[in-house]
């Protein structure tokens, strides 16, 4: 059978490109994983992976314009967006070797032996260690940062797992490109390029996951895609941990005090985080939920404007934009559904920006408009118009996990003024949303995931499959699993558990230090 060639597409006109590769066959994907699983004994130098990750880093910033230049022509993000996300992407690479080389990730621990206790206490040493193979399964609307590069690459790499990425259909130019910066930069750092591979294919994808070698896998992506790839890794012989991000709501609450505070700058505000990146972010707030009257009249007034003003955006494949067309059109027929500014096609191959409309007690009732609870990947949002308290807490009942909730609040609320009579205080409100999501923000908006050591990006099902997060430095510890030691002499014991502390990691000593 003749091998199925991958084609990089031009999103602006939806055109080929070129003829990237082929797609890989069963025998590809094993020859891949095996390999990877080979160079995992390499991987567990700290001092060459960490020289590994930081030059890694440094391949991409000299490669950034034709980086840049190779995903702009697949994903139509544009340059000035592109550029921004090499950055972060390469800052990424570079705080995971820092994590290494500062070496708290191993979570060192031990406990001193103590006959007195009861029941006595034997001596423990404790620490992480890698996984094996991870399988990475690239992300459409993050062709570097959340792909081939990102973070689940960056993340295992720095915790000694080979990868092996299944590039997303979106951009394999720009997939092939990173992987092979990846690859001499293992080089140059002393280590097989065999740390990292990259497959492509649907089947491929099915394929690693189900591979005996591989021992962990993420993705970044949808629900459907990604529960059944969840579903595959549950229903091996050995069952492995899949950490999953599959995309999310990220409901917002404008309280009435809040919106008689700043109306206009709530709703301009809303309308920059609706069509950044055209919608396409995983944390793009898809449900506002705004008070009746007039300060709510304002608000949807502001949003309209700004909306109003924004330019018609290209999707990142032809496909997404059918979906986004037909998503729309079948959430504005629903009963009582508005569309104060009708998202729709912008072009021949774009979209244009919009928001839809609904009482709460009309999305109370349930039935077809639950579809209205759904993610619309694109630039649209859904405005909620609620009464009263009740009916805000109501509908935020009806929620699965999000990646994120916001609360938009007056100065008085935040500063911990009382709540007027039968509404809930902000320290209620944030219990609330707390309940729904990974990430709580207040007076801003989602889209922008800060990498840092406190960010979490995941969230309770089905916004995620895991209580992991894909992004920051504790994003490493998915990929590793605790080993503790009883009673081993310290000759046999690793050097990262001796006594000496050879490597000088961080350490937490019960019992007393000797």
């Known amino acids: 059978m003749a091998a199925t060639p991958v084609w990089s597409v031009d999103p602006r006109t939806g055109k080929q490109r070129e003829e990237v590769t082929a797609e890989a066959t069963p025998r590809d994907v094993d ?42 022509a697949e994903t139509a993000l544009g340059p000035v967006r592109l550029t921004g996300e090499l950055a972060r992407t390469t800052g990424q690479l ?12 191993l979570d060192v621990r031990i406990d001193r032996a103590d006959p007195t206790l009861t029941p006595p206490r034997p001596e423990l040493r404790r620490y992480k260690v890698p996984l094996g193979v991870v399988a990475v399964y690239a992300a459409s609307n993050f062709p570097l940062a959340f792909s081939v590069p990102g973070g689940d690459t960056a993340s ?43 497959v492509h294919g649907f089947d491929a994808g099915l394929e690693l996951v189900r591979h005996p070698l591989v021992t962990a896998a993420g993705f970044t992506g949808s629900l459907r895609g990604g529960r059944a790839l969840f579903d595959a890794a549950a229903a091996r012989p050995v069952p492995i941990p899949f950490h999953g991000e599959l995309g999310s709501l990220n409901p917002v609450v404008v309280t009435p005090a809040a919106a008689a505070e700043d109306a206009e700058g709530i709703g301009g505000g809303l309308a920059g985080s609706v069509t950044l990146g055209v919608g396409q972010f995983c944390v793009k707030p898809g449900l506002v939920l ?65 928001y839809l409309s609904v009482r709460a007690a ?7 408009h639950e579809l209205l609870l759904e993610e619309c990947f694109g630039p649209v949002t859904v405005v909620v118009r609620y009464a009263g308290p009740r ?14 909730a916001t609360l938009h609040l007056s100065a008085a609320e935040t500063g911990g003024a009382p709540a007027p009579a039968g509404s809930p205080s902000a320290a209620e409100l944030i219990g609330q949303v707390t309940e729904l999501a990974g990430r709580v923000v207040v007076n801003g908006w989602p889209t922008g995931v800060a990498v840092a050591p ?42 990262e558990l001796r006594e000496a502390n050879p490597l000088g990691l961080p350490r937490r000593v019960t019992g007393g230090e000797r």
């Open 31 to 72: 020859l891949a994983v095996r390999a990877a699983h080979s160079a995992r004994a390499a991987l567990a130098d700290r001092t060459a992976r960490v020289a590994f990750l930081r030059t890694a880093a440094d391949l991409l910033d000299e490669a950034g314009p034709l980086v840049v230049e190779t995903a702009d």
């Open 94 to 105: 570079r705080a995971f070797a820092d994590a290494v080389e500062e070496g708290s990730h």
């Open 156 to 198: 295992a790499l720095a915790a000694g797992c080979p990868v092996v990425v299944k590039a997303h259909p979106d951009h394999p130019a720009t997939s092939e490109l990173c992987a092979a910066l990846l690859r001499r930069a293992a080089g140059e750092s002393g280590l097989p390029p065999e740390v990292v591979h990259v």
């Open 290 to 354: 705004v008070p009746e009257g007039p300060d709510g009249d304002r608000l949807t007034g502001a949003l309209a404007k700004a909306l109003g003003e924004t330019g018609p955006g290209v999707l990142l494949d032809h496909r997404m934009r059918e979906n986004f067309l037909s998503g729309v059109r079948e959430r504005a027929a629903l009963p009582g559904v508005g569309a104060p500014v009708p998202p729709g096609p912008g072009g021949e191959h774009s979209v244009g920006a919009g």
């Open 362 to 368: 009309t999305l109370l009732e349930g039935g077809p």
């Open 391 to 404: 009916e805000a807490t109501a509908v935020l009942a009806r929620l699965g996990g999000n990646l994120t």
């Open 454 to 495: 406190a960010q979490h990006h995941g969230g309770p099902y089905p916004a995620a499959t895991s209580h992991s997060t894909s992004v920051g430095a504790t994003a490493i510890e998915r990929w590793l699993r605790p080993v503790a030691y009883q009673s081993v002499p310290d000759a046999l014991l690793p050097p």
